[in-house]
């Protein structure tokens, strides 16, 4: 019984732990966050085209 509330105590320490340092850590930047769909929008949109012409193949590439 006491190794299950020493198991209990550490997992409980845990989330805290995670949800007061690194959350917030994490969301430091958070006026800046979706900065990267210049990327990725224009890539999945071209995937989509390409699976809907082509069907399941690999997208081939020329230089």
């Given at each position: 019984m006491?190794?299950?509330?020493?198991?209990?105590t550490?997992?409980?320490?845990?989330?805290?732990?995670?949800g007061?340092?690194?959350?917030p850590?994490?969301?430091?930047?958070y006026?800046?966050?979706?900065?990267?769909?210049?990327?990725?929008m224009?890539?999945?949109?071209?995937?989509?085209l390409?699976y809907?012409v082509?069907g399941?193949?690999?997208?081939w590439?020329?230089?």
């Open positions: 006491k190794n299950r509330y020493l198991i209990t550490l997992i409980i320490l845990n989330i805290l732990t995670i007061f340092f690194i959350v850590y994490l969301n430091a930047t006026p800046a966050v979706g900065h990267d769909y210049a990327y990725f224009p890539r999945l949109v071209d995937t989509h390409h809907k082509n399941l193949s690999i997208q590439y020329t230089p």
